[in-house]
């Protein structure tokens, strides 16, 4: 029993966009605990880092979540004609 059509899909999947700011908060914040047990500048680096890399994230997610559809069309699932098999022993 084969399906000649695949229905077509009523909910969407949204994948956000490729960034590197979570790469970038990432590294920030090493610095900043570089800063804290080695030297003090790289803390105040990794921390400049931290803060815009975290600025730039927030934004685009803003931003991606601003595109999305205000609301999608929900259907139920297609069941299968016929009725359940028990199980044989």
Avoid: C, K, N
């Amino acid at each position: 029993m084969t399906q000649d059509h695949t229905p077509e899909a009523t909910e969407l999947v949204y994948v956000p966009g490729h960034t590197l700011a979570p790469a970038a908060l990432a590294a920030g914040l090493g610095g900043v605990l570089a800063g804290i047990t080695v030297w003090f500048p790289y803390g105040i680096v990794g921390g400049i880092v931290a803060i815009v890399a975290l600025v730039i994230l927030l934004r685009s997610a803003a931003a991606e979540t601003d595109r999305l559809p205000r609301r999608q069309e929900l259907t139920t699932a297609v069941l299968p004609p016929a009725p359940p098999h028990s199980p044989r022993d």
